[in-house]
């Protein structure tokens, strides 16, 4: 039997294309804000954006997570956009092990905490079930237990 064959018939994982020049200059220490200005269609510095609008100084505040949410919205539907070119059809698998995955997997994991925190309860189970969906190591590395 060949490794990683799909025996239950659903669709084969999807993954992202890597995106060189944003990952050499986050390596290099690059703010988030100017790679996304750089490279609006990546997740990665959206979600990076959006993770530390939610840790600004501890105490966040209704507008840290309305500018996480922003964020995070922005780097999810940019991912969708990403996914969908690579052929996703709006399910299955995009697993977290695939590097160039865990931008659009930080994106939704901030949407569905700045969702929270914001109260809009339906959206953040939706992102908590759709992180799941796309690989249940996401949703253990990125949600809170």
Request: charged share 20%; hydrophobic share 45%.
């Given at each position: 039997?060949?490794?990683?064959?799909?025996?239950?018939?659903?669709?084969?994982?999807?993954?992202?294309?890597?995106?060189?020049?944003?990952?050499?200059?986050?390596?290099?220490?690059?703010?988030?804000?100017?790679?996304?200005?750089?490279?609006?269609?990546?997740?990665?510095?959206?979600?990076?954006?959006?993770?530390?609008?939610?840790?600004?100084?501890?105490?966040?505040?209704?507008?840290?997570?309305?500018?996480?949410?922003?964020?995070a919205r922005t780097g999810y539907h940019r991912g969708l956009d990403a996914l969908r070119r690579a052929g996703w059809r709006g399910h299955g698998p995009v697993p977290w092990a695939h590097e160039p995955n865990r931008g659009f997997?930080?994106?939704?994991?901030?949407?569905?905490?700045?969702?929270?925190?914001?109260?809009?309860?339906?959206?953040?189970?939706?992102?908590?079930?759709?992180?799941?969906?796309?690989?249940?190591?996401?949703?253990?590395?990125?949600?809170?237990?």
């Amino acid at each position: 039997m060949a490794t990683g064959t799909n025996l239950l018939g659903g669709p084969p994982p999807t993954h992202l294309p890597a995106i060189p020049a944003v990952d050499a200059a986050l390596a290099a220490g690059t703010d988030p804000a100017e790679v996304a200005a750089a490279h609006p269609a990546a997740s990665l510095p959206w979600a990076l954006l959006g993770e530390r609008a939610l840790a600004a100084g501890g105490a966040v505040t209704t507008t840290d997570a309305v500018t996480a949410y922003a964020f995070a919205r922005t780097g999810y539907h940019r991912g969708l956009d990403a996914l969908r070119r690579a052929g996703w059809r709006g399910h299955g698998p995009v697993p977290w092990a695939h590097e160039p995955n865990r931008g659009f997997l930080r994106a939704l994991a901030v949407l569905q905490r700045a969702a929270e925190r914001i109260g809009e309860t339906e959206e953040a189970v939706r992102c908590t079930t759709f992180l799941h969906d796309c690989d249940p190591v996401a949703a253990r590395e990125l949600l809170p237990s």
